[in-house]
């Protein structure tokens, strides 16, 4: 029998095959002085991972984290306790506002992986905030919307072949409006101030000229969820840090614990900025039919050998690549040819040097795109979800009663008179009469 290897030998054989980035050899104390931990960053079958190696004078422990929060985590220490003793319990929430788009397959994405990972997931239908946050979703539409966003999240998880019987799946009114929740929302309400809750809502709730108050209420219900849904992290996009450094901030003054925060890098939208569920014309939405992702990408901005705000380079980033080990240029043989590209960073030199053409980006994604697509499009041609997706997004109604007898009267086909003009005036200068007119009237001066 060969030499017992030592512990440091084991960590050196089971990292052999890893792609190793980032390796510390820094040590963290366990509970046995012949226990550490170890930890290296890594990519082993095309996932990022943060591992954790439990190493004693037998064995070695290896727990695979995976890296969804390549941006920022709050909360590391107490992460690594956490993984010392038992899996990790994280939840992601979505508000129930407009139709969900191809930027969530990143959190989905994540989801996969933490589920890969041995964590226990729930994912939260946040229905009550949509309609906190400016009225996004209307209160006789929240049911709908919450079984909206339920099948087509399902679709893009199955689309992506994640097991749906390992999710939790939670609507945020099933608690929200219970005697504790209400409680704790009016202790936290005499805790927080409105410049607090105004800064944490910033990147996340609409901004308007005159807020509600229903707006200042939103972040103070997110940190409350996290102790409500039992969770020790809570994951999203980096636009929502200012709401997890708020629950950072105020859960422990109500007796609860202060939770990890993971989070994510945003998808820029088609236009610039972050793709968003209430801007139509920033996102691709899940049902957009193959005409209109090709005329939304067409839009899009995509400027030669600009990486900066590029919607269509990122959605190859966080979205495409993550989900498949390769991603392809198409483009005609005069050009170079069709062109394989297996780490993102080479499409983003290419395109830089201006060696990748807008076009062919754009064609190459939308053709990737429409394949994500295609199995979520085929889901909701059933009658049921046709019906669904009918009732949650009704169509804007033009009918405003019409005349008597005639009921299918639209406001376009009624009579136009003055009164149905919009007339909006600026600053008034000057108002003078008009002495040597035939009638009398009025000269107005803006």
């Not at 927080?192 to 308007?208: L, N, P, Y």
């Not at 499409?347 to 979520?376: C, M, R, T, Y």
């Amino acid at each position: 029998m060969g030499e017992q290897l030592s512990p440091e030998e084991k960590f050196q054989l089971i990292t052999r095959n890893l792609q190793v980035r980032n390796s510390t050899d820094s040590q963290i104390p366990c509970n046995s002085s012949k226990t550490y931990l170890k930890y290296v960053c890594c990519v082993f079958e095309d996932i990022h991972y943060l591992v954790f190696f439990t190493c004693t004078v037998n064995e070695v422990s290896v727990l695979f984290l995976p890296l969804l929060c390549s941006q920022e985590v709050l909360g590391e220490e107490r992460l690594k306790e956490i993984l010392k003793e038992r899996e990790l319990k994280v939840y992601w929430g979505t508000a129930t506002t407009g139709k969900p788009h191809v930027a969530y397959f990143v959190p989905m994405s994540k989801i996969a992986d933490f589920l890969k990972a041995g964590c226990e997931v729930t994912i939260l239908f946040a229905d009550l905030h949509a309609y906190l946050d400016n009225m996004k979703a209307p209160w006789e539409l929240l049911e709908l919307r919450v079984q909206y966003y339920e099948q087509v999240i399902k679709a893009m998880l199955e689309s992506i072949g994640v097991p749906l019987d390992k999710l939790k799946f939670v609507k945020g009114t099933d608690y929200q409006l219970s005697r504790e929740y209400t409680l704790d929302v009016y202790r936290l309400s005499s805790m927080v101030t409105e410049h607090d809750a105004k800064k944490a809502g910033a990147e996340v709730v609409k901004q308007v000229e005159h807020p509600l108050l229903s707006g200042l209420l939103y972040p103070g219900l997110q940190a409350l969820d996290e102790e409500y849904l039992k969770v020790d992290a809570q994951f999203g996009g980096v636009d929502q840090r200012k709401i997890f450094t708020l629950a950072e901030k105020y859960l422990p003054s109500l007796g609860y614990t202060k939770r990890i925060h993971m989070m994510n890098p945003m998808v820029p939208g088609l236009t610039g900025g972050k793709m968003s569920s209430s801007e139509e014309e920033s996102k691709i939405d899940l049902l957009d039919k193959n005409q209109e992702v090709k005329k939304k990408l067409k839009k899009a901005f995509c400027e030669p050998g600009n990486v900066e705000n590029n919607g269509v380079l990122s959605f190859a980033k966080h979205v495409l690549f993550p989900l498949q080990s390769e991603f392809v240029i198409k483009r005609d043989p005069k050009w170079g040819g069709d062109k394989v590209y297996t780490d993102y960073e080479e499409v983003e030199k290419d395109f830089a040097a201006e060696q990748i053409h807008p076009g062919d980006l754009k064609a190459s994604v939308e053709l990737a795109l429409n394949k994500l697509l295609d199995p979520i499009r085929k889901k909701f041609e059933t009658p049921e979800l046709k019906k669904l997706t009918a009732s949650a997004y009704p169509e804007p109604s033009k009918n405003k009663g019409g005349a008597k007898g005639n009921p299918k009267q639209t406001v376009d086909e009624e009579e136009v008179i003055p009164s149905r003009l919009d007339i909006r005036v600026g600053k008034v200068i000057s108002v003078e009469k008009v002495e040597k007119a035939s009638y009398n009237f009025m000269s107005i001066f803006f």
